[in-house]
């Protein structure tokens, strides 16, 4: 593969990683009933089994919990449990939203205050791909729950700050891995919450050890590894496609129909995108 499209192959994985979880995460909470403390741990626990085979394959075990660290074990805890407990009285439209929105404020945030200015074609970007992902779910938003809101704004400043921790990362396997290791420490005293009437089924289960084997412990993986070629703020814009890429598999594989309004907003998301990932108009360091 040529080396200057190692990047873009990277991060388009990465982010079909993510639409892939939400995709799982709604399917195990809404169709199968999986209490989202369960979905949770055993989400964890699946990307912590994959990556420990890996890593023992690799000849990585030794010094593994040397990487990562405890802050970024504990963002990727926060941000796993506020995402399953927060759609759970969110619909999918508006989940979709206050995430993305969170995440792509929060880098920006984060950017700034690191001493980077934003460039005049991020800044219209980004605004362009924000406003086609408005429009788009605008018919389907709902009224959210105050505790609903809260806690998928929580999920994404959380996932905004593992993904600026990730960034300093030398070895992305060993460091996803002690991450997902001492998150689950974290999440197990949630197991203690699931009531015994909820029944767990094992679709349910199946999709929660789906989304942790491969859509989180491999998929974010290879998202530390395209945070190496990312500035910041891009590193949040390019996750506003995540919703679009979910809706592209929903027509290729659930059959769904295309609509003008979903076209519409993809050419602003995806031009948006394209605009900002350009050197037009930059105006700072990146």
Same mark, same amino acid.
């Given at each position: ?19 892939? !979880? ?6 195990? %909470?809404?169709?199968?009933?999986? *209490? ?10 699946? &990307? ?18 040397? +990487?990562?660290?405890?802050? #970024? ?6 941000? &796993? ?9 969110? !619909?999918?439209?508006?989940? &979709?939203?206050? %995430? ?24 219209? $970007?980004?605004?362009?791909?924000? $406003? ?5 779910? =605008?018919?389907? =938003? ?22 600026? %921790?990730?960034?300093?990362?030398? *070895? ?6 002690a991450n997902f290791l001492r998150a689950s420490v ?14 767990? $089924? *094992? ?35 390019? +996750? ?5 890429? #979910? ?7 659930? !059959? ?31």
């Open positions: 593969m040529p080396k200057a499209l190692q990047p873009i192959v990277l991060t388009t994985i990465a982010l079909i990683a993510f639409a892939a !979880n939400s995709v799982l995460c709604r399917m195990a %909470l809404k169709d199968e009933g999986v *209490d989202p403390s369960f979905f949770t741990l055993v989400r964890l626990l699946s &990307a912590v089994g994959t990556l420990l085979i890996i890593a023992l394959f690799t000849n990585r075990m030794k010094g593994l919990l040397s +990487q990562g660290s405890w802050l #970024a074990g504990f963002a990727l805890f926060a941000y &796993a449990a506020a995402f399953s407990f927060g759609y759970v009285s969110l !619909n999918t439209a508006t989940g &979709a939203l206050v %995430l993305f929105a969170a995440v792509q404020l929060s880098m920006l945030i984060i950017h700034s205050f690191s001493g980077h200015r934003i460039s005049k074609s991020e800044l219209f $970007g980004g605004c362009c791909a924000a $406003g086609g992902l408005v429009y788009w779910l =605008l018919p389907e =938003l709902q009224q959210p729950t105050v505790f609903g809101f809260l806690l998928m704004l929580l999920a994404g400043v959380s996932w905004a700050f593992y993904t600026v %921790l990730g960034r300093s990362s030398t *070895d992305s396997m060993s460091a996803t891995a974290m999440a197990t005293p949630l197991i203690l919450l699931i009531p015994e009437q909820h029944s767990l $089924g *094992d679709k349910g289960i199946i999709l929660a050890i789906t989304s942790g084997a491969i859509a989180s412990g491999l998929g974010y993986v290879i998202w530390y590894v395209a945070l190496k070629h990312l500035s910041g703020n891009r590193a949040g814009l390019v +996750q506003l496609l995540v919703p679009m890429i #979910a809706a592209l598999g929903g027509i290729i594989w659930v !059959n769904e129909p295309i609509t003008l309004r979903l076209l519409v907003a993809g050419l602003l998301v995806l031009g948006g995108v394209y605009v900002a990932m350009t050197p037009w108009g930059r105006v700072g360091k990146n």
